[in-house]
């Protein structure tokens, strides 16, 4: 499985960007895509996850609201709209893919990860 992240920038508070995670190499539908952050000086964590089929979603509380998570089966993307900004959500995020089909929050539950996309937001 190949992870491609795309979309982030810089953006003055309350805006907002949307992130896509394109994958390919094996069959799309069959895994938890989730999106993870590491902000400067922090370790990473836990953002959004999407299961399919179904597409229940999960998310942590400091995003909850704020965030959507979704998938494109055709276009074999994952995106995450992220609205309201706080300077506070500047990191680089990953998208990632756990094969288990399980909804998780430990990164260590995911298999194969796509390179950082960095998201500034000024206040």
């Known amino acids: 499985v190949q992870l491609q992240a795309s979309g982030g920038g810089f953006v003055q508070a309350g805006g907002s960007v949307r992130l896509s995670c394109a994958a390919s190499?094996?069959?799309?539908?069959?895994?938890?895509m989730g999106w993870f952050r590491q902000a400067p000086g922090k370790e990473r964590e836990f953002v959004a996850a999407?299961?399919?089929?179904?597409?229940?979603?999960y998310y942590a509380d400091s995003v909850k609201g704020r965030f959507t998570i979704s998938r494109d089966n055709a276009k074999n993307t994952v995106y995450l709209q992220m609205n309201s900004l706080k300077p506070e959500d500047t990191a680089v995020y990953y998208c990632?893919?756990?094969?288990?089909?399980?909804?998780?929050?430990?990164?260590?539950?995911?298999?194969?990860w796509g390179q950082g996309t960095e998201v500034t937001v000024s206040s």
């Open positions: 990632a893919t756990d094969l288990s089909a399980v909804i998780s929050t430990k990164e260590e539950r995911y298999d194969y």
């Open positions: 190499g094996r069959t799309f539908s069959m895994y938890v």
């Open positions: 999407i299961r399919w089929p179904g597409g229940s979603t």
